[in-house]
């Protein structure tokens, strides 16, 4: 069992930058990848980010440039950096430990945070 903590979230005009964390329970990153998803009011739950055991990253299109996954092995927490910030990423984020399969699906984590709120004002 590993518990997932996120934290971070909250108001941002856009254009702004928010930094959210996800503190794990037990060692998790140097084992499993981690990532992070969103999912917004009446939408389904959608991949925003991830970084292996090893280290490779991988982003949806949508935030490619403007966000930035990391891992400190140390504290067994993985980071979101979230710039530029627009009203559509308004969303609950969620982090989760990749367990086997696609890294873009849902189906392939287990392990979920609760999530923290992200809100981008326009």
């Known amino acids: 069992q590993v518990q997932l903590v996120e934290s971070g979230g909250g108001l941002v005009q856009a254009g702004g930058s928010l930094r959210l964390s996800c503190a794990a329970s037990?060692?998790?990153?140097?084992?499993?990848?981690m990532g992070w998803f969103r999912q917004a009011p009446g939408k389904e739950r959608e991949f925003v980010a991830v970084?292996?055991?090893?280290?490779?990253?991988s982003y949806a299109d949508s935030v490619k440039g403007r966000f930035t996954i990391s891992g400190d092995n140390a504290k067994n927490t993985v980071y979101l950096q979230m710039n530029s910030l627009k009203p559509e990423d308004t969303a609950v984020y969620y982090c989760?430990?990749?367990?086997?399969?696609?890294?873009?699906?849902?189906?392939?984590?287990?392990?979920w945070g609760q999530g923290t709120q992200v809100t981008v004002s326009s």
């Open positions: 970084i292996t055991w090893s280290g490779s990253t």
């Open positions: 989760a430990v990749h367990v086997g399969g696609l890294y873009y699906r849902a189906v392939s984590y287990d392990y």
């Open positions: 037990r060692r998790t990153l140097s084992v499993y990848g």
